[in-house]
């Protein structure tokens, strides 16, 4: 059993944890440990989100089931450490925030688009744009890009139509 690991890895001999709760029994706890998903758990079975267990320094995620073990209600989990994904999560969100700001503060127009078949959809745009374009940014979503852009200095209408259909076969500018 599990329990018994864990004894062995702590130099211990296992036994005498029949029938006693694992807060007492590993963490030496009186009561419950906070981040335990017991203590949300509703019905049978629970796929936990990723907790941040402070004493340890890790970010766990739990798998729980409630079981009968030898005619006793009890419980399984099976817990995992997602630390480093975790890490890396909350680096990536850092660094994107990062971005989000340097879009948001640009002192030029700026428009994040994608090819959706013949459609240039916007997914993201700062405010400048919006500002060039004299459009709110809920307007945005319902618009082909393309379609808006020509409104706006409508003699450039060609040469961004060209420099979309490159964009489009190549994936860069670097042909133009």
Not at 73 to 95: F, H, I
Not at 154 to 171: F, H, N, Q, S, Y
């Amino acid at each position: 059993m599990a329990i018994d690991l864990w004894h062995l890895d702590n130099g211990e001999e296992g036994g005498g944890y029949v029938g006693q709760r694992c807060y007492e029994y590993i963490h030496g706890r009186s009561q419950p440990c906070p981040w335990c998903s017991l203590l949300v758990m509703t019905g049978n079975y629970l796929h936990d989100q990723v907790k941040y267990v402070a004493p340890h320094g890790l970010w766990m995620q739990a798998d729980v089931a409630r079981i009968s073990w030898y005619g006793r209600p009890a419980s399984v989990t099976y817990v995992r450490d997602v630390t480093e994904q975790k890490q890396l999560q909350l680096a990536l969100e850092r660094e994107n925030s990062g971005w989000q700001r340097l879009v948001n503060h640009i002192p030029s127009g700026l428009a994040i688009v994608k090819f959706t078949g013949d459609d240039l959809v916007c997914l993201g745009v700062n405010d400048y744009c919006l500002q060039i374009l004299g459009i709110a940014k809920e307007e945005m979503a319902d618009k082909n890009f393309a379609a808006t852009a020509n409104n706006f200095l409508p003699e450039d209408a060609a040469r961004r139509r060209r420099d979309w259909d490159i964009i489009k076969e190549t994936g860069s500018l670097d042909a133009v």
